[in-house]
C-alpha cells in the first residue's frame, strides 16, 4: 500500500498562486510515477500531469498548460503543483494520485489515491 496526503489548497483571488504538495508513505518503491487530478462541482475528474521518478512529464492538461508545473522530491516522497494565474474554473477538490504500472504513451492510472485537498478561487 501507498498512502499519499495533499495539502496547500485553500481560498484565492483570481491571478494568484499556490503550491500543491503531496507526501507520500508506505510501500513508495511500488509506484512508477505520480500524478495530480482534480474534480469541479458537477463535472468529471480530470487528469492535470503526471512525473517520474528521474523527473519527466507528462503532456499537462489544455486547460492549465502554461500555468501549472509539476515537480519531485525524491528525497522527501513528495511531489508538488505550483499553480500559477488561478482563474475561478480552476476551483476544484485536487488529488495526488500513483500509478504502480505506468507506461510512457498510456494514460495515467490511478492506482492509489490521497483525500484531497480543495481549491477555490474567487472572481
Do not use: H
Not at 487530478?37 to 499537462?60: D, H, S
Not at 480552476?90 to 485537498?117: H, L
Amino acid at each position: 500500500q501507498v498512502q499519499l496526503v495533499e495539502s496547500g489548497g485553500g481560498l484565492v483571488q483570481a491571478g494568484d498562486s499556490l503550491r500543491l504538495s503531496c507526501a507520500a508513505s508506505g510501500r513508495t518503491f511500488k509506484y512508477r510515477a505520480m500524478g495530480w487530478f482534480r474534480q469541479a462541482p458537477g463535472k468529471e475528474r480530470e487528469f492535470l500531469a503526471a512525473i517520474n521518478w528521474n523527473g519527466r512529464t507528462t503532456p499537462y492538461a489544455d486547460a492549465v498548460k502554461g500555468r501549472f508545473t509539476i515537480s519531485r522530491d525524491n528525497a522527501k516522497n513528495t511531489v508538488y503543483l505550483q499553480m500559477n494565474t488561478l482563474k475561478p474554473e480552476d476551483t476544484g477538490v485536487y488529488y495526488c494520485a500513483a500509478d504502480a504500472e505506468f507506461t510512457w504513451g498510456r494514460p495515467f492510472n490511478g492506482d492509489y489515491w490521497g483525500q484531497g485537498t480543495q481549491v477555490t478561487v474567487s472572481s
